[in-house]
């Protein structure tokens, strides 16, 4: 089974485009648990206990378990191991280097973690993540247009497309009439160009990408430039502010999926340092679950009755 067949199956059986990060924080998670590895283990399995359900698939963020060292690693096999077959696994390393050195990269992602898919950067070229594309029946999730505030620092700068029109289009008859609608079509903006790239990279149905929600109309335009058979991984919904119902109708498809909404914090956390923090954090997660699939619904009637 593939990436995206897994992954589509996950979300169909569950009613789910919910992804749950699991980014534990030691100081964060219930006390009771205790304050060691064993704790955050103990965490890690009831939020997947609470939520398998509910979720089309879970993205651990490396940097949470790297921090904690060589321990760190462990607890993140573990918690690999624990998630359901069914249920899809995205690592969130954002790797992206030189090609042999990407290919262990790689092969610690899917061979010895045992992900599904793994988030990279595509900014070093393509064959800083052709390892991971080569892995056929895994998923790779392409860094287009980030959610964090700098982001625009790159990713939304113009560039010069490598075959821009000729210099006929300045001409009186020409369709360009303007060096406004020249400079137009000369150009784009980096994210979009990523996104162009994707036909390139995709001969194995196996690439992704990453568009956060705190940039909607960004996100619309990427839908728009990729199809609508390309998953979507989408953070920035919760903590960071993005919209949740325009997130889904900008980045799903025509049938309303392949939109992956992800939440870490405003799920795992909202049990706080409660007794019964599983029941919080489930009830949290049948919330934003709620909430995406009602958008979808709304999205498939619109598109309905145009």
Avoid at 47 to 69: H, M, Q, R, W
Avoid at 84 to 108: C, Q, V, W
Avoid at 154 to 163: A, G, S, T
Avoid at 200 to 227: I, P, Q, Y
Wanted: aromatic share 8%; with cysteine.
């Amino acid at each position: 089974m593939t990436f995206k067949e897994k992954l589509i199956g996950a979300a169909r059986k569950n009613n789910s485009w919910l992804c749950v990060g699991l980014d534990p924080d030691l100081s964060q998670i219930p006390e009771h648990l205790g304050h060691d590895i064993d704790a955050i283990l103990k965490f890690n399995r009831a939020v997947i206990e609470a939520t398998c359900d509910l979720v089309c698939a879970y993205k651990p963020n490396g940097a949470f378990y790297e921090s904690l060292g060589s321990q760190g690693w462990e607890l993140l096999i573990e918690t690999a191991k624990s998630i359901p077959e069914n249920i899809p696994l995205i690592l969130d390393f954002k790797r992206g280097d030189i090609g042999n050195t990407a290919k262990m990269y790689a092969r610690s992602a899917f061979e010895i973690i045992g992900a599904d898919a793994v988030t990279v950067s595509p900014y070093m070229g393509t064959d800083s993540f052709q390892p991971f594309l080569d892995y056929v029946d895994k998923g790779v999730f392409v860094l287009c247009l980030t959610s964090n505030p700098s982001a625009f620092e790159l990713q939304k700068k113009i560039v010069l497309l490598e075959n821009p029109p000729s210099a006929e289009w300045m001409t009186p008859q020409a369709k360009a009439r303007t060096f406004a609608e020249f400079f137009g079509a000369s150009t784009t903006d980096l994210y979009l160009l990523v996104a162009s790239l994707v036909p390139e990279w995709n001969k194995n149905d196996n690439v992704g990408l990453v568009v956060g929600a705190t940039v909607v109309s960004e996100l619309e335009a990427v839908r728009k430039k990729v199809g609508g058979e390309i998953p979507i991984l989408i953070p920035g919904v919760g903590a960071q502010g993005g919209d949740l119902e325009r997130s889904v109708d900008a980045g799903s498809n025509g049938r309303a999926e392949l939109a992956i909404i992800n939440i870490a914090r405003g799920v795992i956390y909202a049990g706080g340092q409660e007794k019964n923090f599983r029941q919080k954090i489930r009830a949290a997660a049948e919330n934003y679950r709620a909430q995406i699939m009602d958008a979808a619904t709304r999205k498939i009637k619109y598109s309905a009755g145009r």
